[in-house]
Protein backbone atom coordinates (compact mmCIF):
# COMPACT_ATOMS: atom_id res chain seq x y z
CA UNK A 1 0.00 0.00 0.00
CA UNK A 2 1.46 3.22 -1.04
CA UNK A 3 1.34 6.30 0.88
CA UNK A 4 -1.69 7.35 -0.02
CA UNK A 5 -3.85 5.18 2.52
CA UNK A 6 -1.78 6.80 5.36
CA UNK A 7 -1.23 10.66 4.29
CA UNK A 8 -3.74 13.25 6.29
CA UNK A 9 -6.68 13.89 5.79
CA UNK A 10 -8.24 17.31 5.81
CA UNK A 11 -7.52 18.45 9.36
CA UNK A 12 -11.07 20.10 9.78
CA UNK A 13 -12.76 17.14 9.23
CA UNK A 14 -11.15 14.43 11.03
CA UNK A 15 -8.73 16.60 13.40
CA UNK A 16 -8.53 14.40 16.69
CA UNK A 17 -4.38 14.37 17.43
CA UNK A 18 -4.02 14.25 13.73
CA UNK A 19 -2.03 17.11 12.98
CA UNK A 20 -0.70 17.38 16.31
CA UNK A 21 3.23 16.94 17.07
CA UNK A 22 4.33 13.93 18.88
CA UNK A 23 5.03 15.97 21.92
CA UNK A 24 1.36 16.84 22.58
CA UNK A 25 0.43 14.78 25.04
CA UNK A 26 -3.15 15.91 24.99
CA UNK A 27 -4.62 14.30 21.83
CA UNK A 28 -7.67 16.28 20.18
CA UNK A 29 -10.96 14.48 20.79
CA UNK A 30 -13.79 16.83 18.79
CA UNK A 31 -13.94 16.87 14.80
CA UNK A 32 -15.99 19.58 13.13
CA UNK A 33 -17.91 16.73 10.62
CA UNK A 34 -20.30 19.72 9.01
CA UNK A 35 -21.37 19.36 5.72
CA UNK A 36 -19.35 15.55 5.49
CA UNK A 37 -19.91 11.90 5.14
CA UNK A 38 -21.85 13.36 1.59
CA UNK A 39 -19.74 10.76 -0.65
CA UNK A 40 -17.93 8.03 -1.10
CA UNK A 41 -14.41 9.66 -0.84
CA UNK A 42 -15.09 11.19 2.22
CA UNK A 43 -15.44 7.57 3.38
CA UNK A 44 -12.40 6.93 2.41
CA UNK A 45 -10.22 9.63 3.65
CA UNK A 46 -12.32 9.04 6.83
CA UNK A 47 -11.09 5.20 6.87
CA UNK A 48 -7.49 6.20 5.93
CA UNK A 49 -7.63 8.12 8.93
CA UNK A 50 -8.42 5.96 11.06
CA UNK A 51 -5.39 4.08 9.95
CA UNK A 52 -2.91 6.65 11.05
CA UNK A 53 -2.60 6.90 15.04
CA UNK A 54 -1.18 3.08 14.27
CA UNK A 55 1.89 5.13 12.49
CA UNK A 56 2.15 7.49 15.48
CA UNK A 57 5.01 6.76 18.02
CA UNK A 58 2.55 6.50 20.84
CA UNK A 59 2.10 2.63 19.29
CA UNK A 60 3.87 1.11 16.51
CA UNK A 61 6.90 3.05 15.51
CA UNK A 62 8.20 3.38 19.25
CA UNK A 63 6.22 1.97 22.08
CA UNK A 64 5.04 -1.06 20.32
CA UNK A 65 8.01 -2.53 19.56
CA UNK A 66 9.62 -1.57 23.28
CA UNK A 67 7.83 -3.95 24.79
CA UNK A 68 10.35 -6.80 23.99
CA UNK A 69 12.67 -4.80 26.34
CA UNK A 70 10.10 -4.84 29.10
CA UNK A 71 10.28 -8.73 28.64
CA UNK A 72 13.83 -9.10 29.02
CA UNK A 73 14.97 -9.57 25.40
CA UNK A 74 16.58 -6.00 25.25
CA UNK A 75 18.07 -3.56 27.19
CA UNK A 76 17.12 0.26 26.28
CA UNK A 77 21.28 0.90 25.35
CA UNK A 78 20.39 4.16 23.65
CA UNK A 79 22.68 7.13 25.13
CA UNK A 80 22.94 6.08 28.56
CA UNK A 81 21.94 7.75 31.73
CA UNK A 82 18.05 9.11 31.82
CA UNK A 83 17.75 8.34 27.40
CA UNK A 84 15.19 6.22 27.62
CA UNK A 85 14.60 6.18 31.23
CA UNK A 86 10.90 5.77 31.00
CA UNK A 87 11.34 2.24 29.18
CA UNK A 88 13.74 0.85 31.80
CA UNK A 89 11.66 1.91 34.60
CA UNK A 90 8.96 0.13 33.37
CA UNK A 91 11.28 -2.85 32.49
CA UNK A 92 13.40 -2.97 35.92
CA UNK A 93 9.46 -2.93 37.20
CA UNK A 94 9.71 0.72 39.39
CA UNK A 95 7.13 1.75 37.33
CA UNK A 96 5.63 4.81 38.81
CA UNK A 97 1.82 6.44 37.56
CA UNK A 98 3.49 9.71 35.82
CA UNK A 99 5.36 7.35 33.85
CA UNK A 100 5.96 8.70 29.96
CA UNK A 101 5.50 5.45 28.08
CA UNK A 102 2.52 4.06 30.19
CA UNK A 103 0.79 7.87 29.26
CA UNK A 104 1.43 7.55 25.30
CA UNK A 105 0.57 4.17 25.25
CA UNK A 106 -2.80 4.79 27.21
CA UNK A 107 -3.59 7.96 24.57
CA UNK A 108 -2.70 6.34 21.77
CA UNK A 109 -5.49 4.22 20.58
CA UNK A 110 -7.65 7.24 21.35
CA UNK A 111 -7.66 8.70 17.86
CA UNK A 112 -7.93 5.83 16.35
CA UNK A 113 -10.93 4.96 18.49
CA UNK A 114 -12.11 8.16 17.76
CA UNK A 115 -12.39 8.09 13.84
CA UNK A 116 -13.73 4.20 13.98
CA UNK A 117 -16.58 5.53 15.73
CA UNK A 118 -17.51 8.42 13.55
CA UNK A 119 -17.30 5.73 10.46
CA UNK A 120 -19.37 3.53 12.20
CA UNK A 121 -22.02 5.77 13.30
CA UNK A 122 -21.93 7.85 9.88
CA UNK A 123 -20.74 5.30 6.91
CA UNK A 124 -23.79 2.87 7.17
CA UNK A 125 -26.27 5.41 6.52
CA UNK A 126 -24.66 6.86 3.36
CA UNK A 127 -25.64 6.37 -0.15
CA UNK A 128 -22.93 4.65 -1.63
CA UNK A 129 -21.05 1.92 -3.77
CA UNK A 130 -22.70 -1.13 -1.27
CA UNK A 131 -19.49 -3.27 -1.75
CA UNK A 132 -17.01 -0.42 -0.51
CA UNK A 133 -19.29 0.35 2.12
CA UNK A 134 -18.77 -2.57 3.56
CA UNK A 135 -15.20 -2.19 2.80
CA UNK A 136 -14.76 0.60 5.17
CA UNK A 137 -17.26 -0.45 7.58
CA UNK A 138 -15.09 -4.04 8.11
CA UNK A 139 -11.82 -1.80 7.81
CA UNK A 140 -13.20 0.22 10.96
CA UNK A 141 -14.36 -2.44 12.64
CA UNK A 142 -11.24 -4.25 12.15
CA UNK A 143 -8.81 -1.19 13.86
CA UNK A 144 -11.25 -0.77 16.71
CA UNK A 145 -10.89 -4.16 17.55
CA UNK A 146 -7.04 -4.08 17.19
CA UNK A 147 -7.03 -0.66 19.33
CA UNK A 148 -8.79 -1.90 22.25
CA UNK A 149 -6.60 -5.15 22.24
CA UNK A 150 -3.81 -3.08 22.34
CA UNK A 151 -5.40 -1.09 25.62
CA UNK A 152 -7.20 -4.03 27.20
CA UNK A 153 -3.92 -6.39 27.12
CA UNK A 154 -2.10 -3.40 28.90
CA UNK A 155 -4.10 -1.78 31.16
CA UNK A 156 -7.54 -4.53 32.14
CA UNK A 157 -10.20 -2.20 32.20
CA UNK A 158 -10.74 0.77 30.25
CA UNK A 159 -13.42 3.13 29.38
CA UNK A 160 -15.41 1.55 26.29
CA UNK A 161 -16.40 4.21 23.49
CA UNK A 162 -18.31 2.94 20.80
CA UNK A 163 -19.90 6.34 19.72
CA UNK A 164 -18.04 9.28 19.04
CA UNK A 165 -18.65 11.85 22.23
CA UNK A 166 -20.19 14.99 21.90
CA UNK A 167 -20.32 17.94 24.87
CA UNK A 168 -23.52 16.56 25.98
CA UNK A 169 -22.49 13.27 26.68
CA UNK A 170 -20.34 12.00 30.44
CA UNK A 171 -17.04 12.86 28.86
CA UNK A 172 -15.53 11.57 32.00
CA UNK A 173 -15.75 7.87 31.73
CA UNK A 174 -15.36 4.98 34.49
CA UNK A 175 -12.73 1.99 33.17
CA UNK A 176 -15.26 -0.80 31.57
CA UNK A 177 -14.89 -4.24 33.04
CA UNK A 178 -12.10 -5.96 30.47
CA UNK A 179 -14.57 -8.70 29.38
CA UNK A 180 -17.10 -6.15 28.36
CA UNK A 181 -14.23 -5.18 26.34
CA UNK A 182 -13.51 -8.28 25.09
CA UNK A 183 -16.92 -9.25 23.59
CA UNK A 184 -16.73 -5.99 21.77
CA UNK A 185 -13.34 -6.77 20.04
CA UNK A 186 -14.90 -10.26 19.65
CA UNK A 187 -17.73 -8.59 17.87
CA UNK A 188 -16.03 -6.42 15.75
CA UNK A 189 -13.63 -9.05 14.57
CA UNK A 190 -16.46 -11.44 13.33
CA UNK A 191 -18.22 -8.92 11.82
CA UNK A 192 -15.37 -7.55 10.30
CA UNK A 193 -14.69 -10.60 8.73
CA UNK A 194 -17.60 -10.60 6.89
CA UNK A 195 -17.55 -7.49 5.67
CA UNK A 196 -13.92 -7.33 4.36
CA UNK A 197 -12.08 -8.18 1.15
CA UNK A 198 -9.84 -11.32 1.06
CA UNK A 199 -6.33 -9.93 0.54
CA UNK A 200 -6.68 -10.85 -2.92
CA UNK A 201 -9.41 -8.66 -4.02
CA UNK A 202 -7.19 -5.68 -3.40
CA UNK A 203 -4.54 -3.72 -5.42
CA UNK A 204 -2.63 -1.29 -6.19
CA UNK A 205 -2.41 1.75 -3.66
CA UNK A 206 -5.41 -0.37 -1.54
CA UNK A 207 -2.91 -3.37 -1.01
CA UNK A 208 -2.09 -3.23 3.21
CA UNK A 209 -5.51 -2.48 3.88
CA UNK A 210 -6.88 -4.54 6.50
CA UNK A 211 -8.67 -8.22 5.46
CA UNK A 212 -10.48 -10.37 5.99
CA UNK A 213 -7.23 -12.60 6.89
CA UNK A 214 -6.05 -9.94 8.90
CA UNK A 215 -9.09 -9.97 10.91
CA UNK A 216 -9.44 -13.83 10.80
CA UNK A 217 -5.88 -13.91 12.24
CA UNK A 218 -6.42 -11.38 14.69
CA UNK A 219 -9.51 -13.18 16.09
CA UNK A 220 -6.77 -15.68 16.85
CA UNK A 221 -4.99 -14.31 18.81
CA UNK A 222 -7.95 -12.49 20.80
CA UNK A 223 -8.96 -16.34 21.61
CA UNK A 224 -5.23 -17.42 22.05
CA UNK A 225 -5.41 -14.98 25.11
CA UNK A 226 -8.70 -15.62 25.94
CA UNK A 227 -7.51 -19.19 26.00
CA UNK A 228 -10.32 -20.48 24.19
CA UNK A 229 -8.23 -22.64 21.60
CA UNK A 230 -11.20 -24.54 19.93
CA UNK A 231 -11.91 -21.55 18.77
CA UNK A 232 -8.45 -20.78 17.28
CA UNK A 233 -8.24 -24.23 15.80
CA UNK A 234 -11.20 -23.07 13.52
CA UNK A 235 -10.50 -20.21 12.63
CA UNK A 236 -7.27 -21.34 11.68
CA UNK A 237 -9.27 -23.73 9.21
CA UNK A 238 -11.25 -20.33 8.26
CA UNK A 239 -7.38 -18.99 7.44
CA UNK A 240 -5.87 -21.95 5.83
CA UNK A 241 -7.21 -21.51 2.54
CA UNK A 242 -6.51 -17.72 2.18
CA UNK A 243 -3.33 -17.54 0.18
CA UNK A 244 -1.18 -16.99 3.21
CA UNK A 245 2.47 -18.97 3.18
CA UNK A 246 5.97 -18.63 5.20
CA UNK A 247 8.99 -16.76 2.82
CA UNK A 248 11.37 -19.03 2.06
CA UNK A 249 13.85 -16.01 3.31
CA UNK A 250 12.75 -15.02 6.77
CA UNK A 251 14.28 -11.79 6.34
CA UNK A 252 11.68 -10.69 3.40
CA UNK A 253 9.04 -9.78 6.37
CA UNK A 254 11.54 -6.85 7.26
CA UNK A 255 12.67 -5.97 3.88
CA UNK A 256 11.31 -2.83 2.44
CA UNK A 257 11.40 -3.86 -1.03
CA UNK A 258 9.07 -7.10 -0.08
CA UNK A 259 6.27 -5.59 1.79
CA UNK A 260 2.76 -7.42 2.45
CA UNK A 261 4.19 -10.65 1.35
CA UNK A 262 2.57 -13.74 0.97
CA UNK A 263 3.27 -14.19 4.82
CA UNK A 264 1.67 -10.85 5.96
CA UNK A 265 -1.58 -11.07 7.42
CA UNK A 266 -1.05 -6.78 8.39
CA UNK A 267 1.67 -4.37 8.97
CA UNK A 268 1.35 -0.59 9.48
CA UNK A 269 2.32 1.26 6.58
CA UNK A 270 5.23 3.52 6.17
CA UNK A 271 6.29 5.43 2.88
CA UNK A 272 9.78 6.84 3.74
CA UNK A 273 10.62 10.90 3.54
CA UNK A 274 7.50 13.54 3.55
CA UNK A 275 7.57 16.92 3.91
CA UNK A 276 6.79 16.41 7.67
CA UNK A 277 9.45 16.46 10.42
CA UNK A 278 10.78 12.97 11.82
CA UNK A 279 9.03 13.96 15.21
CA UNK A 280 5.49 14.83 13.46
CA UNK A 281 2.68 12.02 14.10
CA UNK A 282 2.57 12.71 10.19
CA UNK A 283 5.68 11.63 9.97
CA UNK A 284 5.83 8.69 7.00
CA UNK A 285 9.07 7.44 7.77
CA UNK A 286 9.42 4.32 10.69
CA UNK A 287 11.58 5.17 13.32
CA UNK A 288 12.67 1.82 13.86
CA UNK A 289 16.01 1.27 12.11
CA UNK A 290 17.21 4.76 12.69
CA UNK A 291 16.31 3.73 17.02
CA UNK A 292 17.91 0.63 16.84
CA UNK A 293 21.10 1.06 14.42
CA UNK A 294 23.81 0.50 16.25
CA UNK A 295 25.51 3.83 17.76
CA UNK A 296 28.23 5.28 16.09
CA UNK A 297 28.42 2.72 13.95
CA UNK A 298 27.48 4.31 10.40
CA UNK A 299 25.44 1.51 9.66
CA UNK A 300 22.12 2.95 9.24
CA UNK A 301 21.05 6.37 8.60
CA UNK A 302 20.48 8.08 12.18
CA UNK A 303 21.84 4.88 14.60
CA UNK A 304 20.14 5.72 17.91
CA UNK A 305 21.43 2.64 19.55
CA UNK A 306 18.63 1.53 21.04
CA UNK A 307 17.46 -2.29 21.84
CA UNK A 308 20.30 -4.43 23.05
CA UNK A 309 19.63 -7.85 23.15
CA UNK A 310 20.93 -9.69 26.26
CA UNK A 311 23.33 -12.19 26.37
CA UNK A 312 20.62 -14.46 28.08
CA UNK A 313 18.75 -14.10 24.87
CA UNK A 314 21.40 -15.09 22.81
CA UNK A 315 22.04 -17.96 24.30
CA UNK A 316 18.73 -19.02 23.81
CA UNK A 317 19.39 -19.43 19.77
CA UNK A 318 19.42 -23.66 19.11
CA UNK A 319 22.98 -24.25 17.48
CA UNK A 320 21.78 -23.85 13.91
CA UNK A 321 19.55 -21.71 14.00
CA UNK A 322 19.23 -19.30 10.91
CA UNK A 323 17.62 -16.92 12.32
CA UNK A 324 20.34 -15.49 14.53
CA UNK A 325 22.60 -14.08 12.07
CA UNK A 326 19.42 -12.31 10.73
CA UNK A 327 17.74 -11.06 13.55
CA UNK A 328 21.06 -9.60 15.84
CA UNK A 329 24.31 -7.87 15.32
CA UNK A 330 27.35 -9.73 16.90
CA UNK A 331 30.89 -10.13 16.36
CA UNK A 332 32.00 -13.10 14.42
CA UNK A 333 28.49 -12.75 12.84
CA UNK A 334 28.01 -11.51 9.17
CA UNK A 335 28.83 -7.98 7.82
CA UNK A 336 26.31 -5.63 7.63
CA UNK A 337 26.15 -3.57 3.73
CA UNK A 338 29.99 -4.58 4.26
CA UNK A 339 30.37 -3.11 7.12
CA UNK A 340 31.91 -5.15 10.36
CA UNK A 341 30.28 -4.88 13.69
CA UNK A 342 32.08 -4.27 17.11
CA UNK A 343 30.83 -5.54 20.10
CA UNK A 344 31.65 -1.39 21.42
CA UNK A 345 28.29 -0.54 19.52
CA UNK A 346 26.14 -1.75 22.19
CA UNK A 347 26.38 -2.22 26.27
CA UNK A 348 25.67 -6.27 25.68
CA UNK A 349 27.65 -6.67 22.61
CA UNK A 350 24.75 -7.11 20.78
CA UNK A 351 22.27 -5.03 18.64
CA UNK A 352 18.88 -5.84 16.83
CA UNK A 353 19.86 -6.38 12.82
CA UNK A 354 16.91 -7.45 11.45
CA UNK A 355 15.00 -4.04 11.17
CA UNK A 356 18.02 -2.06 9.79
CA UNK A 357 17.73 -0.56 6.27
CA UNK A 358 20.26 -0.08 4.30
CA UNK A 359 21.85 3.60 3.12
CA UNK A 360 21.52 2.10 -0.05
CA UNK A 361 17.90 2.54 0.72
CA UNK A 362 17.29 4.83 3.44
CA UNK A 363 20.04 7.48 3.01
CA UNK A 364 19.03 9.56 6.21
CA UNK A 365 17.76 8.91 9.39
CA UNK A 366 14.14 10.22 7.88
CA UNK A 367 14.03 8.27 5.14
CA UNK A 368 12.72 4.54 5.90
CA UNK A 369 9.83 3.42 4.02
CA UNK A 370 10.26 -0.30 6.05
CA UNK A 371 6.26 -1.50 7.37
CA UNK A 372 5.91 -2.71 10.75
CA UNK A 373 5.17 -6.24 10.63
CA UNK A 374 2.12 -6.88 13.36
CA UNK A 375 0.62 -10.25 12.39
CA UNK A 376 2.74 -12.90 10.39
CA UNK A 377 1.52 -16.24 8.99
CA UNK A 378 4.66 -17.90 11.16
CA UNK A 379 2.61 -16.11 14.28
CA UNK A 380 -0.60 -17.54 13.17
CA UNK A 381 1.05 -21.05 12.73
CA UNK A 382 2.52 -20.88 16.46
CA UNK A 383 -1.03 -19.80 17.70
CA UNK A 384 -2.51 -22.99 16.10
CA UNK A 385 0.24 -25.18 17.40
CA UNK A 386 -0.13 -24.01 20.75
CA UNK A 387 -3.95 -24.10 20.64
CA UNK A 388 -3.88 -27.70 19.10
CA UNK A 389 -1.40 -28.96 22.11
CA UNK A 390 -3.84 -27.38 24.96
CA UNK A 391 -6.43 -29.50 23.56
CA UNK A 392 -4.34 -32.45 23.61
CA UNK A 393 -3.69 -32.39 20.02
CA UNK A 394 0.06 -32.41 20.61
CA UNK A 395 0.76 -34.89 17.56
CA UNK A 396 -0.70 -32.80 15.43
CA UNK A 397 1.39 -29.50 16.70
CA UNK A 398 4.30 -31.09 16.03
CA UNK A 399 3.60 -33.42 13.08
CA UNK A 400 6.37 -33.72 10.66
CA UNK A 401 7.34 -30.78 8.27
CA UNK A 402 7.44 -31.37 4.66
CA UNK A 403 9.27 -28.00 3.67
CA UNK A 404 8.12 -24.68 5.16
CA UNK A 405 4.32 -25.24 3.84
CA UNK A 406 3.12 -28.61 4.82
CA UNK A 407 3.07 -30.72 7.57
CA UNK A 408 2.88 -29.65 11.80
CA UNK A 409 2.49 -25.81 12.12
CA UNK A 410 5.32 -25.95 14.97
CA UNK A 411 7.98 -27.92 12.72
CA UNK A 412 6.76 -25.82 9.41
CA UNK A 413 8.45 -22.44 11.18
CA UNK A 414 11.60 -24.50 12.35
CA UNK A 415 12.22 -25.65 9.05
CA UNK A 416 12.67 -22.79 7.19
CA UNK A 417 14.94 -21.60 10.31
CA UNK A 418 16.96 -24.67 9.86
CA UNK A 419 16.17 -26.60 12.40
CA UNK A 420 14.96 -30.37 13.33
CA UNK A 421 11.66 -31.32 13.68
CA UNK A 422 10.28 -31.41 17.23
CA UNK A 423 8.72 -35.22 17.91
CA UNK A 424 7.54 -36.90 21.18
CA UNK A 425 7.48 -34.19 23.62
CA UNK A 426 4.28 -34.50 26.11
CA UNK A 427 1.83 -31.20 27.11
CA UNK A 428 3.87 -29.51 29.21
CA UNK A 429 7.18 -29.77 27.03
CA UNK A 430 5.55 -29.00 23.78
CA UNK A 431 3.67 -26.08 25.42
CA UNK A 432 7.80 -24.68 26.89
CA UNK A 433 9.10 -25.67 23.52
CA UNK A 434 6.11 -23.99 21.19
CA UNK A 435 6.71 -20.89 23.49
CA UNK A 436 10.20 -20.69 22.95
CA UNK A 437 9.57 -20.93 19.45
CA UNK A 438 7.54 -17.93 19.57
CA UNK A 439 10.19 -15.82 21.23
CA UNK A 440 13.17 -16.70 18.35
CA UNK A 441 11.05 -16.34 15.67
CA UNK A 442 9.00 -13.09 16.89
CA UNK A 443 11.53 -11.75 18.10
CA UNK A 444 11.38 -7.84 18.85
CA UNK A 445 8.49 -7.72 17.11
CA UNK A 446 6.85 -6.47 20.00
CA UNK A 447 4.72 -10.18 20.94
CA UNK A 448 6.93 -11.50 23.96
CA UNK A 449 5.36 -9.15 26.52
CA UNK A 450 2.23 -10.26 25.72
CA UNK A 451 2.90 -14.01 25.90
CA UNK A 452 4.32 -13.53 28.80
CA UNK A 453 1.36 -12.29 30.90
CA UNK A 454 -1.24 -14.57 28.99
CA UNK A 455 0.15 -17.78 29.74
CA UNK A 456 -0.78 -19.11 33.17
CA UNK A 457 -2.35 -15.68 34.13
CA UNK A 458 0.93 -14.20 34.15
CA UNK A 459 2.80 -16.83 36.29
CA UNK A 460 4.53 -17.86 33.54
CA UNK A 461 5.74 -14.65 33.02
CA UNK A 462 6.66 -13.65 36.31
CA UNK A 463 8.45 -17.48 36.78
CA UNK A 464 10.55 -16.23 33.65
CA UNK A 465 11.36 -12.40 34.34
CA UNK A 466 12.43 -13.83 38.28
CA UNK A 467 14.89 -16.56 36.26
CA UNK A 468 16.48 -13.78 34.55
CA UNK A 469 17.21 -11.85 37.76
CA UNK A 470 14.24 -9.41 37.52
CA UNK A 471 13.27 -11.07 40.98
CA UNK A 472 11.00 -7.34 41.83
CA UNK A 473 8.50 -8.51 39.33
CA UNK A 474 5.06 -8.69 40.99
CA UNK A 475 1.79 -9.48 39.30
CA UNK A 476 0.64 -5.78 39.71
CA UNK A 477 3.32 -5.38 36.95
CA UNK A 478 1.67 -7.14 34.21
CA UNK A 479 -0.55 -4.26 34.09
CA UNK A 480 0.64 -0.83 33.40
CA UNK A 481 -0.50 1.89 35.73
CA UNK A 482 -3.48 4.09 34.62
CA UNK A 483 -2.17 7.44 34.10
CA UNK A 484 -1.83 9.80 36.96
CA UNK A 485 -2.60 12.99 34.80
CA UNK A 486 -5.70 11.08 32.90
CA UNK A 487 -6.69 10.25 36.41
CA UNK A 488 -6.61 13.95 37.74
CA UNK A 489 -8.58 14.89 34.29
CA UNK A 490 -10.97 12.06 35.09
CA UNK A 491 -11.79 11.51 38.96
CA UNK A 492 -13.75 8.38 37.97
CA UNK A 493 -10.69 6.35 36.32
CA UNK A 494 -9.65 4.01 39.10
CA UNK A 495 -6.56 2.74 39.70
CA UNK A 496 -4.58 -0.63 38.80
CA UNK A 497 -4.33 -2.82 42.04
CA UNK A 498 -1.35 -2.23 44.14
CA UNK A 499 -0.05 1.45 42.32
Known sequence: MKSLLYLP????????AGCSKFLDKVPLDSVNSSNYW?????????INGAYQPLQWPKLYNLRMWTTDIWAGNSLVGAGGGTDGIETQDIANFVTSTDNAAALDIWRGPAPGILRCNLILKNVPGMTINEAMKNRIIGEAQFLRAHYYFILVQLFGDVPLLTEPQVPSDDLRPARTDKAKVYELIIDDLSKA??????????????IGRATKGAAVGMLMKVYLTLGNYQKVVDLYAQLNGMGYALNANYSDNFNPLTKNSQESLFEVQYFG???????DNENQSSWVSTFTGPRNSDFVGGGYGWNHPTQEFVNAYEAGDTRKDKTILYVGGPDFDGKVYKSS???????????LVPKSISPDYDTNPADWPVLRFSDVLLMYAEALNELNRGAEAQAASAGINA?????RVRNRAGLNDVTGLNKDALREKILHERRMELAFEGHRWFDLVRVNNGQYGLNFLHSIGKTNATAKHLLLPIPQKERDANPNLSQNKDY
Open 193 to 206: IGNLPSRAQYSGSD
Open 407 to 411: GGPLN
Open 273 to 279: KTSYSFW
Open 38 to 46: QTEDDAIAA
Open 345 to 355: FSSTGYNVRKF
Open 9 to 16: IVCTVLLA
